[in-house]
């Protein structure tokens, strides 16, 4: 906003600024200074009309004054958050998904250059809680991502603390939780990681591998990733634990077809009985109580 006000305040003291003077005044890059213009003009209604002889901008309307609103910091990390929310929205049916995908993108864009939405009015738009911490660490990851960044995680796995070497790559909103898309060195694969199990991070040495050396499909998401599906057996119905995840209840009462994402969550999600199918899940549940128990008889 001090950007805006400042190139605001050098138009009416006639000096005609352009993109060249608001990026070397705030040390941006002139495609910023000029995302900046746009904004003023296509956002704030700014009457701005360049002066070939003068090489600057001036106002058509002497009497137009920028909206009295002024976005602090705090809410430009909370928008640019909400941004990349809706644009990761993926929930219902393809068919449902393709007909609100459209308004998604919009409202998306619309966080993304801070405009006003207060005359958006539609049922078919949700809404998210917010959560000041997450915000947070969304904001540094998104920072991070931008400046080609390695990170050190601490976070809160299924062994406890765990600390990871991380790349990470891009944020996205799965079965309504936010998570991170990167490489971990650890493990050299692809790792997803939930953003309210970090602990802590830091910046560590070095600059990230992602960084123009993976496939254009790592951490794809212009379209819904496919979830696993699995097929669970419950003494009686699913309790509150597992009312963030897509249910679908078979002829069985008490047998519900499940979407998920996230292996080790679901994993750890209490009251179920038998895992019907896939056979990996089964195998994979097995092979965690073999080693907890292996654990517990040392």
Known sequence: MHRILWFDQEVRSNHFPNCTQLAHQF????RQANRDIEHMVNS??????????KRGYRYTDATFALPSTYITEELRRTLAFLSHRYQD??????????AKLPIMLQISELFRRLSDVNELQSQQIPAYEINVEIIDIANQLSMAIQNNQVLTIQYDGMEGAETYTFHPYKLCYKQYVDYVIGWCEQEEEQKMLRLDRII????????????????????????????FTAIIEFIDKPSEAWRDYNLMKREDSVVFEIQFFDVSLFMSTRDWARIVKPKWLKEKVKARCEQIMGMLSE
Not at 44 to 53: E, F, I, N, S, V
Not at 89 to 97: Q, S
């Open 89 to 98: 929205y993926n929930y219902g049916g393809y068919d449902e998904y393709q």
């Open 200 to 227: 802590r991070m830091e910046r560590a040495a070095g600059i990230s591998r992602l960084n123009g050396e993976l496939p254009s499909t790592f951490g794809s998401s212009n379209l819904p990733i496919q979830p």
């Open 27 to 30: 040390e941006l890059s002139t």
């Open 44 to 53: 704030l209604g700014a009457p701005l009309q360049y002066d070939a002889k």
